[in-house]
Each structure stands twice: as structure tokens, then as C-alpha cells.
């Protein structure tokens, strides 16, 4: 686990590379190719902590259609696990959420986000600790202001509980790399494997 919690300058982090890991883009649960966007569908990035328990989230709500996990919000370019790691990439690890609008709501999306996760903690989840944990939205310019509001919303019941205030980064979309093959769908590949979700059991109300 990286214990840097603090996010890199540009001049720390590490210059990554031009060129792509090799993938074969298969999704291991779902029919689909894992860089698929059916038409009529929309994407958003978000970040829990480990991507491992947060993909499986995702791919098992009703309405996505398709998930990959990678790295997102940092400088170097196609990163390593390990490189992200160290602390030293800036990036979160992020699940890519492929949802169709016409079966499962944008803000059944972010309620699913909000919940299973401490979003107070800054840069870690529980146990897992370093800027890589760190809670993200990354949306488009059409979700971002019902990103917004469903922030204030789940705050709103956050305080009522005498929970810390929200610390998730929401930006606009930046570079999102795919992770390598092995942690793509990993809880579907080791069952056993680890998973480091816990909400605040705080209900979010949109």
C-alpha cells in the first residue's frame, strides 16, 4: 500500500510512456468489449478506493452495460500499478461505468457511488491508504452539475449524522488508462480476493 498522502508536483511525477499496455479487452463477466460504448449510453468515471470490490459495484447494478477499472486524474501517461503505487503518478484507481440512461438513472449511478464508500476520508479508504485511494468523480459537461447537487444532497445527510465533510475530487473527464489485464474484473477471477468497500451506512437521498 502507498502511504504518500500527499499528491505529487509536476516536477515528482514519474514521465510514464507513450505506448499503451497490450490488452485484450475482453470483459470476463459481460458480452462486451471493454472499450464499447453502445449507442444512446454514457460513461463516468468514479473512484473508491480499490477498483477491485468497486468494478464488481458497478458491473452488478442493473442498467451498465459495461466496466473497465485504470487510472485517472494524475500526469504520467500509461502508467503501471506499480508506478501508481508509489505515489508518484498523482492518478486514482478508477472504475470507467458504461450506463444506459433508459434503465438505470444517472443518479442511481452516483447514490451507488456515494453509499458504498466513505467519501470524508481524503486520501484513503479504510486501511488502504495513499493518494491513489482518494475519492473521484470525473464526469462531462452534462453530468457535472447533477454530480454537484448529489454531493450537496448526501453532505446534507452526512452532517446530519455528525459525519466529516465530503473530500471527492469532481473534475471534468481527464485521460482515463486502462489497468493491467489481471486486476480487470478481479473479484470474478478470485471470488476470494480482496474487497475494501464500507459506506458510512449514511442513506443518500436522490
Not at 470490490?53 to 451498465?64: D, I, T, Y
Not at 473497465?68 to 486514482?92: D, R
Not at 450537496?152 to 473527464?173: D, F, M, N
Request: include cysteine; aromatic fraction near 10%; proline fraction near 7%.
Amino acid at each position: 500500500m502507498s502511504r504518500n498522502i500527499e499528491m505529487p508536483t509536476p516536477e515528482q511525477t514519474l514521465p510514464g510512456r507513450s505506448t499503451p499496455m497490450s490488452l485484450s479487452f475482453a470483459h470476463a463477466v459481460l458480452p462486451v468489449d471493454m472499450r464499447d460504448v453502445p449507442d444512446g449510453c454514457r460513461v463516468i468515471w468514479l473512484g473508491l478506493g480499490c477498483f477491485w470490490g468497486a468494478e464488481r459495484l458497478f458491473w452488478e447494478l442493473p442498467g451498465v452495460v459495461n466496466t473497465a477499472v485504470g487510472y485517472a486524474g494524475g500526469e504520467t501517461s500509461n502508467p503501471t500499478y506499480e508506478e501508481v503505487c508509489s505515489g508518484l503518478t498523482g492518478h486514482a484507481e478508477i472504475v470507467q461505468v458504461v450506463y444506459d440512461p433508459s434503465k438505470v438513472s444517472l443518479e442511481t449511478v452516483l447514490k451507488t457511488f456515494w453509499e458504498a464508500h466513505d467519501p470524508t476520508q481524503g486520501m484513503r479508504q479504510g486501511n488502504d491508504i495513499g493518494t491513489q485511494y482518494r475519492s473521484a468523480i470525473y464526469a462531462d459537461d452534462n453530468q457535472l452539475e447533477t454530480v454537484r447537487r448529489s454531493l450537496e444532497a448526501y453532505q446534507a445527510q452526512l452532517s446530519k449524522q455528525g459525519k466529516g465533510s465530503i473530500t471527492t475530487e469532481i473534475a471534468s473527464v481527464p485521460p482515463f488508462y486502462y489497468a493491467e489485464q489481471y486486476h480487470q474484473q478481479y473479484l470474478h477471477k478470485n471470488p476470494q480476493g480482496y474487497c475494501g468497500l464500507k459506506g458510512t451506512g449514511v442513506v443518500c437521498p436522490i
